[in-house]
């Protein structure tokens, strides 16, 4: 009987153990590659159309002058200066061009990579933050009715911070001035990190709205409208009793 027992033990053990592996190391594997796949496919994608949209500016614009005044500028903001709300939207190579994506991701859709270099992140940005088609593929979610990259508001985000590729694992590192890049097939957004709030609760929906601002946490966020990005995952580690937020500000965009 206490051998039988011992028995059960072991194998419940050797069951718990193999869960955990699968947890930690096989979802991150297979998250990550697959991740890693899609943002070389965007990228691939949106290659080709720069490549089939200057063939065709080529052809049309053929001749004296081609090539001159007719395609986006280089920056949409001042050097060094950071979007203002006043028009809705920073200006991207002449009026009445937009400096936000012009057409709506289709829910759970890839439509952008995200970068941030101190922490070595380069991963896929999807619509919505649902945990089977977006998050546990190793995505970084964009928060519904929230901004979209370089539009005046907040382009909120969520992601793991433990398995199925933890993206978010290390936003935590994030110091005031580092950059977060998001790339689309419209242009190349800079945001810079401006502030952190370690820790609140897990339903303090302010942090992700137009204008970001705690709604447990007193003195955490804005009062004024501008361009922000939000990056929000759990913590402490391996738990989800509280969030994690991270906040910054657009400092440019480059047309693509």
């Known amino acids: ?3 039988n027992g011992a028995e059960v033990a072991v194998t419940l ?8 592996a699968h947890q930690l190391w096989w979802t991150n594997r297979q ?3 697959a991740a890693e796949q899609k943002v070389e496919a965007l990228e691939k994608q949106w290659a080709e159309s720069d490549s089939e949209g200057r063939g065709e500016e080529g052809d049309e614009g053929g001749g004296e002058g081609g ?3 007719g395609g986006p500028g280089a920056a949409g903001l001042p050097a060094g200066g950071e979007a203002s709300a006043r028009d809705g939207h920073p200006s991207a190579g002449g009026p009445g061009r937009s400096a936000a994506p012009r057409r709506t991701p289709r829910w759970d859709q890839a439509y952008a990579v995200l970068r941030i270099p101190r922490i070595g992140i380069r991963v896929p940005v999807g619509e919505g933050v649902s945990k089977g088609a977006v998050l546990n593929q190793g995505y970084a979610g964009h928060y519904p009715r929230t901004a979209q990259p370089g539009q005046a508001g907040n382009f909120a985000l969520a992601g793991h911070r433990n398995t199925h590729g933890e993206p978010f694992r290390y936003i935590n590192r994030l110091r005031r001035g580092d950059e977060i890049e998001v790339r689309t097939a419209d242009a190349l957004y800079t945001y810079v990190v401006d502030k952190t709030l370690p820790q609140t609760s897990a339903r303090d929906s302010g942090v992700i709205q137009r204008v970001p601002r705690s709604d447990v946490r007193a003195g ?6 501008g361009y922000y990005i939000t990056l929000t995952t759990c913590t402490p580690e391996y738990t989800s009793k509280y969030r994690l937020v991270v906040w910054g500000k657009l400092r440019s965009m480059r047309p693509g």
């Open 1 to 3: 009987m206490l051998w």
């Open 13 to 20: 053990g050797l069951v718990l153990l193999l869960l955990v």
């Open 31 to 33: 998250a990550r590659a």
């Open 67 to 69: 090539g001159q005044g």
């Open 220 to 225: 955490y966020g804005y009062r004024d409208a």
